[in-house]
T-cell receptor, first 111, second 115 residues
């Protein structure tokens, strides 16, 4: 079945540091890929998505590129802020509309 | 409303007690999903509604779990005879229509603790 593997957290960075959170997936066919963010006490929010190979999703300074050859969708940001502290979930949707989520990676950004 | 609303935000239940969790989706959204999120894990799919029809309940972990959406808007997830392993955050999400490319909007969840 479909699965998503994320790097374990927490990831702890200083403000303005470069962020990478790794995500790899296993799926049949050509899934859509997503990153969701969950701030403390809130529900998940869609951060960005990509629906086909080589697509780049971007939002709020975050980027991720759909790499079919490496089955990866790594999340990057050039300069993180304290307000980016949250839990980030990688997810995929295959042929159905039911997403499969990774375990989540906690990001802590210090001033 | 402006977003997906879930109530209560927190629920403490004694083992064996029945609980009911409510979800108010975004007005006009056809699709509604329930997920279970254990501590330190990602959301796991429980069940899916398209309007009032429950089209997929393959994720419900046992027959103690029951969900309904009788008028195609508000949904209730009921857990009978709660067990400690039911302790988790229960998330509801809605989307405009059943397209695989549509964005799901999540509520803040109900944190259930079974003692």
């Amino acid at each position: 079945g479909d699965s998503v593997t994320q790097m374990e957290g927490p990831v702890t960075l200083s403000e303005e540091a470069f962020l990478t959170i790794n995500c790899t997936y296993t799926a049949t066919g050509y899934p859509s890929l997503f990153w969701y963010v969950q701030y403390p006490g809130e529900g998940l929010q869609l951060l960005l998505k990509a629906t086909k190979a080589d697509d780049k999703g971007s939002n709020k300074g975050f980027e991720a590129t759909y790499r079919k050859e490496t089955t990866s969708f790594h999340l990057e940001k050039g300069s993180v802020q304290v307000s980016d502290s949250a839990v980030y979930f990688c997810a995929l949707e295959g042929g159905s509309y039911i997403p499969t989520f990774g375990r989540g990676t906690s990001l802590i950004v210090h001033p | 409303g402006a977003g997906v609303s879930q109530s209560p935000r927190y629920k403490v239940a004694k083992r064996g007690q029945d609980v009911a969790l409510r979800c108010d989706p975004i007005s006009g959204h056809v699709s509604l999903f329930w997920y279970q999120q254990a501590l330190g894990q990602g959301p796991e799919f429980l069940t899916y509604f398209q309007n009032e029809a429950q089209l997929d309940k393959s994720g419900l972990p046992s027959d103690r779990f029951f969900a309904e959406r009788p008028e195609g808007s508000v949904s209730t997830l009921k857990i009978q005879r709660t067990q400690q392993e039911d302790s988790a955050v229960y998330l509801c999400a809605s989307s405009l229509n059943p397209s695989a490319k549509n964005i799901q909007y999540f509520g803040a969840g109900t944190r259930l603790s079974v003692l």
